[in-house]
């Protein structure tokens, strides 16, 4: 039964990852497209490029992720508890993208975490150590803290880029600014391979361990191939449907103000992934980049309504993830002789 509940795991962790790609292809094609600066398919070519780039280069953290974030029971006590926490996280990010809604794939994959190991106790089994630094590092503070510096942060740049161009024609700084948001866009596309590649390889360097596989000494090439091929492969299907809400729904949005928040972004991202090793959501920073560049306007530009809606889906993530994972872990506990 381990090797069947391993398999699990590695097909849940795929799908995990492959949705991650198709449901965050929108961080980094959404306002190039929205401002014309790439056209749909040349876009979503160039977001899959980098991904994958960022996505092969995390697997040099995996192992220091695996460590530091969580310790799973062994044997198939753990491997449950990661397929039940991988499932919900995969259905809740389904009915987001179905929605609409961008929201934080780490934020699912954590609380179904919680709820799993919540479950896995209830029934006589082990609990998971760390999870309740990973809810306040990775969940709880990363959603106070990098919406609001994100928003701020966009919002005051805004004016020294307006001031650098206030002598320049409107089409000159037009032109400018959406090739320098093509950069950007590659950025975003390489930092969120780099934050989120990370996750999904420690979960299968976690399910190794568990199953006995692996002493999690060292990083098997076949994860590192597996997360980066599927993250591009998500990234290539693209996700639209959130696409649309970030680049035409939220606010209003020109190709000036677009390069600002992605290239904040950035910013935000490659620090937390490289220099502090923080996970930061890369669905939060942009989105709130973007809300904080278009609110920097003379005119009411924010579609209030989807604003409330987006971040009422960010604080019911890890809550609705944890319930689900929770029943999923009662359902296959039995299975694991618990």
């Known amino acids: 039964m381990t090797v069947f509940f391993f398999a699990l795991v590695v097909v849940f962790a795929g799908a995990f990852a492959f949705l991650n790609g198709f449901r965050d292809a929108s961080t980094s094609v959404a306002l190039p497209v929205r401002t014309r600066a790439l056209t749909p398919t040349v876009a979503v070519l160039f977001a899959a490029l ?4 960022g996505a092969a280069l995390s697997a040099t953290l995996v ?13 198939q006590n753990g491997l449950t508890i990661l397929a039940a926490g991988l499932l919900s996280a995969v259905v809740w990010g389904i009915y987001t993208w ?3 809604i961008p929201s934080s794939s780490t934020h699912a994959l954590v609380g179904g975490l919680a709820g799993a190991g919540v479950a896995s106790v209830a029934v006589g089994g082990h609990s998971v150590s760390g999870v309740d630094n990973s809810l306040l590092f990775q969940v709880v503070l990363p959603l106070l803290l990098s919406p609001a510096i994100a928003f701020a942060g966009a919002y005051l740049l805004v004016w020294p880029a307006t001031w650098a161009a206030r002598y320049t024609p409107p089409n000159v700084v037009n032109s400018r600014s959406r090739r320098a948001q093509t950069i950007a866009a590659g950025a975003v596309a390489f930092a969120h391979g780099l934050q989120d590649g990370q996750r999904s390889g420690a979960v299968l360097v976690l399910a190794l361990i568990a199953s006995g596989l692996s002493d999690g000494g060292s990083m098997p090439v076949w994860v590192a191939l597996l997360t980066a091929s599927l993250l591009t492969a998500g990234t290539l299907a693209g996700g639209w449907r959130i696409s649309y809400t970030v680049g035409y729904r939220l606010i209003r949005m020109d190709p000036l103000r677009g390069f600002v928040a992605q290239l904040y972004s950035s910013v935000m991202l490659l620090v937390g992934a490289i220099g502090l090793h923080w996970p930061i959501s890369t669905t939060h920073t942009v989105t709130t980049a973007v809300l904080g560049a278009g609110a920097n306007q003379g005119f009411p530009a924010t579609n209030r309504r989807v604003v409330m809606e987006v971040l009422a889906f ?13 029943v999923l872990e009662l359902s296959l506990s039995p299975l694991a002789g618990l």
């Open 98 to 100: 179905w929605r609409g």
């Open 63 to 75: 192992l220091e992720v695996s460590r530091t974030w969580i310790q799973l029971p062994a044997g």
């Open 50 to 53: 980098f991904n994958f780039i």
């Open 314 to 326: 960010w604080v019911l993530t890890p809550a609705v993830t944890a319930a689900v994972a929770f």
